[in-house]
């Protein structure tokens, strides 16, 4: 079987731990925000500025919202919310293969695949609607043709530079900041490739610049103080420097966190790291083998800075990690290609059978944590609400007492956390009010009241009562929420 041929059949198997995301819905928190955001700037035919039940939303960038918007139109709330990050994890396989091959070689190409193909940490992340995955395909092909301007065409930074800016606009000014520190090291570090670096900057920093302003301008046009506070303030200096308290450990461990991460999402691939990780050149090595060795530091420079940098961060949550995978993938990638000295098909068996393990995992996992969270039961109840809702009149619900009801943020703590259940407005196709007293609720006359189990009390029921107002129970039964219509008090 041709080389090119088992390329092929790794990226299929790879394709195979991502299918199976429209069997479930939505987690909470991240993804719920980010739908739910999503759902109201279609029905607001809205593409500047970001809303959470009616108000501007500014907890992340544009570009998973650009991208989903049209998925979540086509395709509805199963396939759509998605379909973004699935394409954006494949399409990070296929550059991967890419490159491998360009600058590798083609059991590099195949087995970078394998690597990040079944590593669990890609695959968990990949099958999320999350802005990760938009970010890695954008910052990784940036850096690969950063690469491709020193060692071949310098107008190649050009393209970087638009990616960069697409990177931007997928998760913050953070791809900058990479950027400059992994050009930086390979500027000092690499001394041949210094003349390399002239040329085109300027015009490249005036295509970065215009991808930018392309969302920037027009949100600060459209709000102003808000976003310069909420997004470039709070969400992007804020979060580095420890201000965002719900993604901040300030354990000692902390600095160590990736560590266990890496290990337990890239197994077993990770453990080969450390015989992959570039050297000095020997004697003895082939002119090949020297000629790639700057491309292998590149690669390693480039996945030491990314993690150090989000280690040395305040704001921690184990997907931030996510853009080491792509080089330490490569490294993986081409130091087993070059100790089997040929990819046939009896050796890529037992790597593509854990790449169908971690899809069992993967499908498993989440179809389980669906059900064990109890978010299955919230959305069937939010789509029962959709639809005995009167046609042609907006329905109101509110929301009451969803989150925990003690303040403790809950982050590093193994203990599942109650939330608010943003994907409850994805579902329900509207918004809500979101209540904790029964004055709220009294006072935005509501129809439905959705709430957990257990907070409706005698208590509670009178003083629905002492507004006036009965609670009847509706929908199906389920185990961890209650829905109830509210109705006149008999004799009101």
């Known amino acids: 079987m041709s080389p090119r041929r088992l390329t092929t059949i790794a990226l299929l198997v790879a394709l195979v731990p991502l299918l199976g995301w429209w069997l479930y819905g939505l987690f909470d928190l991240d993804e719920g925000f980010y739908a739910a955001v999503v759902g109201e700037m279609n029905r607001r035919h809205e593409w500047v500025t970001p809303y959470y039940n009616g108000q501007p939303w500014f907890e992340k960038p544009i570009l998973l919202y650009w991208l989903a918007k049209p998925s979540l139109a086509v395709f509805g709330d199963m396939i759509g919310p998605r379909l973004p990050s699935i394409i954006c994890a494949f399409g990070t396989y296929l550059l991967a293969a890419w490159y491998a091959r360009r600058r590798l070689s083609e059991a590099a190409a195949t087995l970078s695949v394998v690597v990040l193909g079944s590593s669990l940490l890609f695959v968990a992340v990949g099958r999320l609607m999350m802005t990760d995955l938009p970010l890695v395909i954008a910052f990784s092909k940036a850096m690969l043709l950063f690469w491709e301007s020193l060692v071949g065409d310098r107008r190649w930074r050009l393209a970087t530079a638009f990616l960069l800016g697409v990177a931007v606009l997928a998760k913050g000014p953070v791809a900058l900041i990479l950027f400059a520190l992994i050009a930086g090291w390979t500027y000092w570090r690499e001394p041949g490739l210094r003349p390399a670096f002239r040329g085109y900057w300027l015009a490249g920093t005036a295509i970065l610049a215009a991808v930018i302003a392309a969302w ?11 976003f310069v506070q909420k997004f470039l303030i709070e969400q992007n200096i804020g979060r580095f420097t420890g201000g965002d308290a719900a993604h901040t450990i300030h ?18 691939w990770i453990f080969f790291l450390g015989k992959a990780w570039p050297r000095r050149s020997l004697p ?15 690669l390693a420079a480039w ?28 490294l993986i990638g081409d130091y087993l290609a070059r100790k089997w000295g040929e990819v046939t098909p009896k050796r890529l068996a037992l790597p593509l059978a854990w790449t169908l393990v971690i899809a069992v995992l993967a499908q498993g996992g989440f179809m389980w944590w669906y059900e064990k969270s109890g978010q299955r039961e919230a959305h069937e ?21 969803l989150p925990r009801r003690d303040k403790d943020l809950g982050t590093g703590k193994p203990k599942l956390q109650e939330t608010s259940l943003p994907s409850m407005l994805l579902y329900l196709d509207t ?11 009294a006072d935005a006359n509501v129809h439905w009241l959705f709430t957990r189990s257990g907070r409706i009390t005698p208590a509670v029921q009178d003083q629905f009562t ?22 006149p008090s008999v004799g009101r």
């Open 251 to 268: 354990a000692a461990w902390a600095y160590i966190l990736y560590i266990p991460v890496l290990l337990v999402g890239m197994a077993p």
């Open 216 to 226: 920037y301008v027009p949100a600060y046009l459209a709000s102003g103080h808000l």
């Open 431 to 441: 918004t809500v009010k979101e209540a904790e007293t029964v004055e709220q609720v």
């Open 381 to 401: 109840l939010a789509r029962y609400v959709r639809q005995n809702s009167i046609l042609g009149v907006p329905e109101t619900i509110a929301l009451f007492q």
């Open 284 to 298: 003895s090595e082939s002119p090949k083998e020297v000629e790639s060795d700057p491309f292998r530091r590149y």
């Open 466 to 487: 002492a507004k006036g107002l009965s609670l009847q129970p509706s929908g199906p039964k389920e185990e961890n929420f209650e829905l109830y219509e509210l109705k």
């Open 303 to 330: 996945a030491a800075i990314v993690f150090l940098f989000f280690s040395a961060s305040s704001a921690k949550l184990p997907h931030y990690v996510l853009p080491v995978c792509v080089p330490v993938a490569i």
